[in-house]
């Protein structure tokens, strides 16, 4: 039921795009009843308001890809493809919509050159509208280029919060000897939290400004300092009492995860929410590149939270005791440092971080409840590319994994991405086992 | 609420073809986990590569399912191969990430829209099962009372625990030769035996290996039970939930990891369908829990369960605990 409630919604609006986009140009002739259509506008997007793009070609295929339908588009950038058949027989089929590149105008080309296909499945007998964006060419040499560089702005805002989330799992690991696999629900706990905030009735606002997602984000980083504190308190400072070996306690934590991800569906549903705010923001057009508002605050607050928190760590008293901790816990227990109170700290940090990342990830591409599970063997790679227990490891290993994903889908589909990833991770064991900053006494 | 046919139900599953499934890939991970101390969180990559192996030889390459089954089994080898020479020589924890993560990589990469037409994409492939079910020495129901099977799940339930029975009767010959009890020192102390002279690298590996290819045969059960195979049979939780299994049974034992997946499968039905009921009944209100959360209620119990299993009673139901004080390495 819920499944259908977000479906459906979508097929009005989709329809109502191109009529709106054209200021009334965009208009399909009307046709008998008891037809089903496929039909689509065609516009040049760089233009404003957008102009037709005629004589471009469109063809409709069946389920088993034979050719059933084709048009041109015309002087308005229209094509329109009638179905041959029942509708009643019609609903519930899947069509492939495909545009022909070649015949494009020279100089543009599709906004997104993978979707060189639409694939449409009629769930009412209502016409189907289609949306091809198109505009400035992307293939090509320029294009790669530009390309590259547009995907190095995403890839750096993701990395951004992998960091953070990197550098909560390599500390954790560096003072307790955890591999935490729950730490994926670490990140999401934030996005939950930030999430929850904001569904709270009515909106906080300071002088008019509605902040609600702003201090919902503040919220998820609180709560989830929190939240670590009561997984260290609750759980593992217990284990450790009790002597519990590592291995032991990986598999603890895989009970854990498996508790918590189905625990957070079971309260915040199986969909992919969004907040209410800055869900839909109009990009800065910087040169070529688009970057929108959003990006850069989020990348500005995860590079600010990482500065002070590696700053904490390589100045402070606390975080030098935390850096002795990591190196060896029975030394520095003789030294008079407080073990158990430098880990439980640790704990507070490392979730704090996880759970902003996630609330910014959250904030950047809406959230479910499984999106720190996903990540979490990306932040594994990150760490043991890094170096694991390393401070500037998890760091640097977020940065390189981070691009590497977003930079892989230059060459190859982005459906890869986090398989080329992983394989990095595989390589950087077999070439350098103790990361790149990892020192080599620490295997073995 | 019937209490009866909740049993019943639960006890046809927990005997039934994906009971074997858990059953196998739980002894597998017994060789690698419970006798030798590899933590390998990534079963569901084998079960993967030889479920596949069983269906594209028949899709894809029109052969038959015998040729599928053997060179599912040898690319699973291939596999721990692959896995194990970057990675044995290493502490435990990157074992389990680089197992944990290529499982996922083979599952991305064959479910991927780029290979739908060879690999079929998220659908995986189906219709490869003819042969098998051809042989089907069942021709009706086999009904047992309170507990009855289809004449094809019952077809595969003998496959399946004759597999099992073989898979058992081999991992107890190995376990009692001085090869298994190289193996359990290893998993006791890694340097006590380097020292006795002992190559612990390819005792390791010979230990991934063979676990790797029952887990193999979990996947080909797999493969035979839906009649098709796709990713999402093989997630990474999958290979939790064949944990959860062997550590109720008890690993180290035998017959731990077969205990395991029957208590596991009959507690995962029971507590599925007594929620569904439950809520289905109105005995707990829709304000509490709908129907789409009483289906999650049995993994957020499993959940709890494996933290609790593993903090006061690691050893499960048949194990021996001073054969289980793991430590890393």
Known sequence: MAFLAVVAPAVPAQAAVPAAESGGRCSYEDHPEGEIHIKGCLRDERDDPPSPVEGVAVTVEDESGTVIGEDTSDANGIFDIPLEGDPLKILGQTFVVKIDESTLPDGSGLRDPDKVEVT???????????????????????????????????????????????????????????????????????????????????????????????????????????????????????????????????????????????????????????????????????????????????????????????????????????????????????????????????????????????????????????????????????????????????????????????????????????????????????????????????VG | MDIGNLLGFSLEQALGPTAIIYCLAAIGLNVHFGYTGLLNFGQAGFML??????????????????????????????????????????????????????????????????????????????????????????????????????????????????????????????????????????REDEDAVRSLGKNVYSFKMQALVIGGVIGGLAGVMTSLRSAAVGPSFFATDVTFFAYTALLIGGAARVLGPVAGAIIFWFLINFLGSFFSQATRSELIPTWIMDSQQASLMRFIITGLGLMLLMIYRPQGIFGDRRELALDAR
């Open chain 1, 120 to 442: 449409i499945r009629f769930t009412t007998t209502g016409d189907q509208s289609v949306i091809f964006p198109i505009g400035d060419p992307l293939a090509g040499s320029s294009g790669k280029l530009v390309q590259a560089l547009q995907l190095t702005v995403g890839g750096l805002v993701f990395s951004s919060l992998l960091a953070m989330a990197a550098l909560g799992l390599s500390m954790i690991f560096g003072t307790t000897g955890l591999t935490n696999f729950a730490h994926g629900e670490l990140i999401t706990f934030g996005a939950i939290v930030a999430f929850a905030i904001d569904r709270l009735p009515g909106q906080i606002s300071i002088g008019g400004a509605n902040i609600t997602v702003i201090v919902g984000v503040i919220g998820a980083f609180i709560v989830s300092a929190a939240f670590g504190w009561l997984n260290d308190a609750a759980l593992w400072r217990p284990l450790r009492k009790r002597g519990t070996g590592v291995i032991a306690m990986m598999i603890v934590s895989i009970g854990l995860s498996l508790f918590l991800r189905n625990l957070y569906q079971y309260f915040a549903g199986a969909q992919s929410q969004n907040y209410s705010q800055y869900s839909a923001v109009t990009p800065w057009e910087i040169g070529p590149l688009l970057i929108t508002p959003k990006e850069v605050a989020v990348f500005l607050i995860a590079m600010a939270v990482l500065l002070g928190t590696t700053a904490l760590l390589q100045y402070t008293r606390l975080g030098k005791a935390t850096r002795a901790v990591a190196d060896n816990p029975a030394l520095s227990s003789a030294t008079g440092i407080n073990v158990e109170r430098v880990i439980s700290i640790v704990w507070i940090g490392g979730a704090a971080l996880a759970g902003l990342a996630g609330a910014l990830l959250g904030l950047t591409q809406g959230f479910d409840y499984q999106i720190g599970f996903k990540l979490l063997l990306l932040v594994f790679a990150a760490v043991v590319l890094g170096g694991l227990g390393t401070i500037w490891g998890a760091i640097v290993g977020a940065f390189i994994i981070g691009l590497f994903t977003e930079l892989t889908t230059l060459f190859v589909p982005a459906e890869f991405k986090f398989v080329g990833a992983l394989l990095l991770l595989i390589v950087v064991l077999l070439i350098r086992p103790q990361g790149l900053l990892g020192r080599a006494q620490r």
């Open chain 2, 49 to 186: 590569v030889a479920g596949y192996s069983v269906g594209g030889a028949v899709t894809i390459f029109s052969s038959s399912l015998w040729i599928g089954l053997v060179v599912g089994l040898l690319l699973c080898v291939v596999l721990a191969l692959l896995l194990g020479i970057p990675t044995l020589r290493l502490r435990a924890d990157y074992l389990a990430i680089v197992t944990i993560a290529a499982a996922e990589i083979i599952r991305q990469t064959i479910g991927a829209a780029s290979f739908s037409s060879t690999f079929g994409g998220q659908d995986g492939i189906t219709d490869f099962i003819g042969g098998f079910r051809a042989a089907n020495p069942y021709t009706e129901r086999v009904d047992l009372g309170l507990v009855q099977w289809s004449a094809y799940d019952a077809w595969v339930m003998t496959v399946g625990w004759s597999l099992v029975a073989v898979c058992c009767l081999l991992i107890w010959l190995l376990m009692r030769s001085p090869w298994g009890r190289v193996l359990k020192s290893i």
